[in-house]
């Protein structure tokens, strides 16, 4: 939206005596007995401007709507009567009534918020005419109470048109009337309006400089004032803004929940919740290893097509297996081991007899070597493996050392995978187990 401008854009404008003694009814009966009467107002430093004179600038923590009525309230008549005020261009002059409404009260002339420009260059024509200003350099009201960094553009006027700065704290302005409020307060708040030494900048300063120690020369007022009346102090707004951020964040962070997502079951190192325990090392106490293979309690399922890794291991199973008397040939099983005796029938030892601890040595000699002869049909029978006899039933006989059991089981979980050729139809190749072929 475009900025109406006054309508005189000459510096006696803001001179005038006529407009001068308006504007004093206004400020003294109307502005400073409402703003008085709202607040309880106590200015300090008074003493530090019986030197002053203008032209100079009045620099000043911006925080509250109350801010230039309490500065032109509290400032002596001989400085406050043709005292402009920089006045956002596109906030008090979008609309023709508020412009010419702040323009009687405060001598109010438009200024960017980004810097000290107006169109015709009016704020260096008004020093140059020697008109006091009162221009905020944060640029905006505060959000939080805490001061914000000023601009150099105040710095770089003063430095340029070689006038003082002087600087005024106003302490309790932004409890009294904060941003998020759009009335005015009602329980009269306490407000402390400070004015300090006039400072102006220093041989060899740049403008950067000059606005930095203005703003420290502001905080240090605010401080002082505050901490004196038991107030909240600049550093006090500046950490609630840091712990209201992290907090934001923490609820922000809660929200959100959890980023881990749950691991699959049986996936090996899957964090604390998994199977390798609290520390990864092994399985928790109370909690079993989920494993999504077989074990070895358990046969390969061969309902649907076998991987070539199952069918070595079912061959070699197979292989291993002892073969019972009577079977119908080499390499085939009879059925000795299938519970409901479908597959045969084989000479076993009566029911609860166990074997002869004479036979038995003589039979298993420790020292025998443990050996299995191949045939041409593919796999040695029973009579062929020393220390084993053909009459013996399959539980007493010797098989390889420590995966007889896993064999038995498998043949006794599947008994017709020796008797049936295998789905796919693919020939199995033949493995020599142990030793050359002789």
């Not at 306490?190 to 220093?202: L, N, Y």
């Not at 292989?319 to 009879?334: E, F, H, L, M, T």
Request: overall charge positive; hydrophobic content about 30%.
């Amino acid at each position: 939206m475009a900025s109406k401008l006054p309508a005189s854009q000459d510096p006696r404008h803001y001179r005038s005596r006529v407009r001068g003694g308006l504007r004093l009814v206004a400020q003294d009966v109307m502005l400073k007995s409402v703003i008085w009467g709202i607040c309880k107002v106590q200015v300090h430093g008074l003493e530090r401007l019986d030197n002053v004179e203008p032209p100079f600038i009045v620099v000043s923590n911006h925080s509250s709507h109350l801010d230039a009525p309490l500065i032109v309230g509290a400032l002596p008549h001989r400085l406050s009567k043709n005292l402009a005020t920089g006045a956002a261009a596109d906030y008090f002059f979008d609309k023709r009534v508020k412009g010419m409404a702040t323009s009687l009260f405060f001598n109010a002339y438009p200024i960017e918020r980004k810097g000290l420009r107006t169109r015709q260059g009016l704020t260096g024509r008004l020093l140059d005419a020697g008109v006091p200003l009162l221009v905020f350099p944060e640029g905006t009201r505060s959000r939080t109470g805490a001061m914000g960094p000023f601009k150099p553009g105040v710095a770089a006027l003063s430095i340029s048109r070689d006038v003082p700065c002087l600087p005024v704290a106003l302490v309790g302005a932004y409890a009294a009337w904060p941003y998020y409020r759009s009335i005015p307060p009602t329980d009269r708040p306490q407000v402390h309006v400070v004015f300090g030494h006039p400072v102006t900048a220093v041989a060899g300063e740049i403008a950067h400089q000059f606005a930095q120690r203005l703003g420290r020369n502001v905080a240090e007022l605010y401080n002082t004032t505050a901490r004196a009346y038991g107030m909240p102090t600049l550093d006090d707004y500046e950490r609630s803004v840091v712990l209201s951020r992290a907090k934001r964040s923490q609820d922000q962070a809660e929200l959100a929940g959890p980023s881990d997502a749950a691991s699959p079951t049986g996936a090996v190192g899957a964090g604390a919740d998994g199977p390798d325990g609290p520390d990864g090392s092994g399985p928790a106490p109370g909690q079993s290893l989920d494993r999504t293979g077989p074990t070895p309690d358990q046969s390969p399922d061969r309902t649907g097509p076998a991987s070539g890794r199952s069918r070595r291991r079912a061959g070699r199973s197979r292989s291993r297996a002892v073969q019972p008397i009577g079977s119908g040939g080499a390499g085939q099983s009879d059925g000795s081991d299938d519970p409901d005796g479908s597959g045969g029938t084989a000479a076993t030892a009566p029911l609860g007899a166990g074997p002869d601890p004479a036979v038995e040595s003589d039979r298993l000699p420790p020292e025998a070597p443990f050996s299995e002869t191949r045939t041409g049909s593919g796999r040695g029978s029973a009579s062929q493996r020393p220390g084993v006899s053909e009459a013996d039933p399959p539980s007493q006989r010797r098989t390889r050392p420590g995966r007889g059991a896993e064999s038995e089981r498998s043949a006794e979980l599947k008994p017709e995978a020796d008797s049936q050729p295998e789905a796919t139809g693919e020939r199995r190749p033949r493995r020599r187990l142990f030793g050359r072929r002789g």
